[in-house]
């Protein structure tokens, strides 16, 4: 006498809630899924499980410079909305750049100056030409190195030049008590960053190479140009960007935000100095 297999006919149910029935199945383990665990994918619908364990395998993605892998540009998108925007305001009120704008002869008693004016711009032909050059940089390093590490070599940049303009400038000459704008400094450090990472991985360096010497000639021999700024810049981003590059693969995000403090204290060690030495 034969009897019917009783599990012949009997609805799926979801794991995590045996009391529902559930004849969707996730696409990754096949399990039943029911609506509240139904978590929605690029290839259809995985259970909660999964889509966890998804997310956590994602999360542990690095670059080759070991910065997490982000989706898009979004300190670049900041740094230019805010440079806009603040442009915008010194058309409604230009006395705006009296308050910010890097003076030697005003730094010490006004140290927000030495970051701040790397948001100003003098014409709208100065910004567009920044934040082109900040938009292409800045959609190429930041991927690669991750929010906190672009985010860092472009500040510290910006601080780099303002400081080398603090130290070059004569109490003497007329640049002691002339204002600096520009986002120029930091975008030299960026060039630098990308000319430190294509030695790095053995790439050619040749095209990086003539838009430097360009740039820096330009920055030497044009007029109303801190070639100051744009020197300390550029070397605060070849430092910064090597200790990201060469930074061993164990102990690269030690080395990294060391090597990032140790920069920022130098910087700031050396602005000091030389207020003491006025």
């Keep these: 006498m034969t009897q019917p297999d009783p599990r ?3 609805a799926p149910v979801c794991p995590r809630h045996p009391d529902r029935v559930a004849y969707v199945r996730c696409q990754r383990c096949g399990r039943p899924t029911c609506p509240e665990c139904q978590v929605p994918s690029a290839v259809g619908i995985h259970c909660v499980d ?6 956590s395998r994602r999360r542990g993605v690095r670059t080759a410079l070991g910065g997490n892998v982000v989706a898009d540009a979004l300190v670049t998108k900041l740094l230019v909305g805010t440079c806009v925007v603040v442009y915008a305001a010194q058309m409604v009120y230009p006395a705006l750049a009296g308050w910010f704008d890097f003076v030697p002869a005003l730094a ?4 927000w100056r030495f970051l701040s004016t790397a948001l100003l ?3 709208l032909l100065h910004l567009a030409l920044n934040m082109w050059a900040l938009w292409v940089l800045g ?3 930041e ?3 991750g929010r906190w590490r672009f985010t860092a070599l472009t500040v510290l940049s910006a601080l780099g030049g303002s400081t080398a303009i603090y130290w070059l400038a004569a109490p003497t000459s007329p640049s002691w008590i002339t204002g600096t704008v520009g ?10 960053a990308v000319f430190v990472i294509q030695r790095r991985f053995g790439r050619d360096t040749s095209t990086i190479v003539g838009l430097l010497v360009i740039n820096l000639v330009i920055s030497v021999v044009g007029a109303n140009i801190s070639w100051q700024g744009h020197l300390g ?3 605060t981003g070849l430092l910064v960007s090597a200790i990201y590059a060469w930074a061993p693969r164990e102990r690269r995000t030690a080395v990294g935000v060391w090597g990032t403090v140790g920069v920022a204290v130098a910087l700031v060690a050396l602005a000091v100095a030389r207020t003491a030495l006025i």
């Design 50 to 55: 999964c889509a966890r364990s998804a997310s």
């Design 143 to 145: 991927p690669l190195l």
């Design 121 to 123: 711009h003098a014409s």
């Design 183 to 192: 986002a120029s400094g930091a975008i030299f450090g960026l060039f630098a």
């Design 108 to 111: 010490a008693g006004q140290p």
């Design 8 to 10: 012949v006919g009997t």
């Design 233 to 235: 810049g550029f070397i």
């Design 139 to 141: 959609n190429s390093l």
